[in-house]
């Protein structure tokens, strides 16, 4: 398949997402093959039942945590807990948390300007500051650009962002909110310029294998990457393919303030920056299909449901596909709804799956 083909398709679905086009734009999965178990819990299957009725999703998982146990691990269909999907936007967590890694080492600023680690951007794009990328409001052209998209997977992410920069940008930095643009590939580019080392790895070594991930690469929306030869540039913003199990590993390091098993991941002063909400009394441009009402604001790489002032309560990674993960700080409970489907099609649908479980387990 050529890069342009994978770009037509990758357009399509996510136009899909947006309400443009048909819903058989979603790649397919396999036909469902056993039946779901029950959950031992009446009250969980009958949430369970009724998000598989009203949504007419045939495969998922559902994972409920309270710190380091799990309350709920629900295989619906086909899926187990080798199951790899796409994530699309759930991405962006991930990659907030790989940056965040950096900050707490004293190798990224979020403060300094994006030159200070990226080489030969013009003044406009170098003066972005690393929170401003991070928060989708550097002023970058949004999604709707297909910027990344278009880019070759073999070039470097320094290459990436510098291609990127070619773009003028489409406001002022710090005045509006713009979803989905190529900012993620300027902070790949800035971690890779500071440690030698290319994404993957660097994903690996700080956040998946301290975290117990053991099933998560980085590649593109449509094609499951490789762990050897994986692209050089893969797309930050909605490149991950991993596990329900992997997934809800990383929301349980979010919870615990960045610790897992008694070893601190991520400061406990990062993962409270990550959840500071960073668009309030801003313009807000495009935003993302399936955000999840008028009042809700973004955060370093992840959207906000609930907030108190600017302290974000609830806080969540909706991705195209559906896939659906959340860390609620007033139950103490996290988790993740894992599927693939179309976000704009089934979020309210997950959403009320979501709120009975934390009815149930809160």
Request: glycine share 10%; with cysteine; charged share 20%.
């Amino acid at each position: 398949m050529t890069r342009q083909m994978i770009f037509s398709i990758a357009v399509a679905a996510l136009l899909a997402g947006c309400g443009v086009a048909a819903r058989d734009s979603v790649p397919s999965l396999a036909p469902p093959s056993r039946p779901a178990p029950a959950t031992g819990d009446a009250r969980a299957d009958a949430a369970i039942a009724a998000f598989a009725r009203s949504s007419g999703v045939e495969q998922f998982t559902v994972v409920v945590m309270r710190g380091e146990d799990k309350l709920l691990n629900h295989h619906h269909g086909g899926f187990d807990d080798r199951t790899q999907l796409p994530i699309a936007s759930a991405s962006k967590w991930l990659v907030g948390a790989t940056i965040m890694s950096l900050v707490d080492d004293g190798l990224l600023d979020l403060e300094a300007p994006i030159s200070r680690y990226v080489p030969d951007l013009p003044p406009e794009y170098g003066a972005l500051r690393l929170s401003q990328l991070l928060s989708y409001t550097a002023g970058l052209p949004s999604l709707m650009k297909f910027v990344e998209f278009k880019q070759p997977p073999s070039i470097s992410l320094t290459r990436s962002a510098q291609l990127a920069a070619e773009v003028p940008l489409a406001s002022s930095p710090g005045t509006q909110f713009d979803y989905g643009g190529a900012n993620l590939q300027f902070l790949g580019a800035a971690a890779e310029q500071v440690t030698g080392k290319r994404w993957q790895q660097i994903f690996d070594e700080r956040i998946a294998a301290p975290t117990g991930m053991t099933n998560t690469l980085w590649g593109g929306a449509f094609q499951a990457p490789a762990r050897e030869n994986g692209p050089a540039n893969p797309m930050l913003q909605g490149g991950a393919w991993t596990t329900a199990n992997d997934y809800a590993a990383f929301l349980t390091m979010i919870a615990q303030n960045g610790q897992v098993q008694g070893r601190q991941i991520l400061s406990a002063d990062a993962v409270a920056r990550m959840g500071r909400v960073m668009t309030l009394g801003l313009r807000k441009g495009f935003t993302a299909p399936g955000a999840q009402g008028k009042d809700v604001e973004y955060l370093l790489a992840h959207w906000c449901e609930r907030r108190v002032e600017d302290r974000c309560t609830f806080e969540t990674s909706p991705g195209l596909y559906g896939t659906y993960p959340w860390v609620d700080r007033e139950s103490g409970l996290h988790g993740v709804i894992f599927l693939k489907d179309r976000l704009r099609r089934i979020s309210e649908e997950e959403r009320t799956l979501r709120n009975a479980l934390l009815a149930i387990y809160g």
